[in-house]
């Protein structure tokens, strides 16, 4: 199982990016997806999640502003982020809870977003 994660860039504050991150592989069934980010000298952090039932949690600092949402037939969580902040700039990691034969955690590459004041 493999997750590529698409769609960073640089964005000018007040702008919009959707990040999109596709599991591919065959046989597996996909429980929680997130989004993480981690900005230059800080811990990674958890952004948004969305569980197999299509719950949603964010982060209080992007709750209003971010969307995460998920196609079930793709394989695929997409994070919609509106009215970007230069706080918004990190690079940002899809996470998959897979189960295959056991229970695993798949990371992205990682996808940088710069948004610039």
């Known amino acids: 199982v493999q997750l590529q994660a698409s769609g960073g860039g640089l964005v000018q504050a007040g702008g919009s990016l959707r990040l999109s991150c596709a599991a591919s592989g065959s046989g597996f069934n996909i429980n929680d997806m997130r989004w993480y980010r981690q900005a230059p000298g800080k811990q990674r952090e958890l952004v948004a999640a969305?569980?197999?039932?299509?719950?949603?949690n964010y982060a209080y600092s992007v709750k209003g502003r971010f969307t995460i949402s998920r196609d079930y037939a793709k394989n695929t969580v997409y994070l919609q982020m509106n009215s970007m902040k230069p706080e918004d700039t990190a690079v940002y990691y899809c996470?998959?809870?897979?189960?295959?034969?056991?229970?695993?955690?798949?990371w992205g590459q990682g996808t940088l977003v710069t948004v610039s004041s």
């Open positions: 969305i569980t197999r039932g299509g719950v949603t």
């Open positions: 996470y998959a809870q897979i189960s295959l034969d056991g229970t695993y955690q798949y």
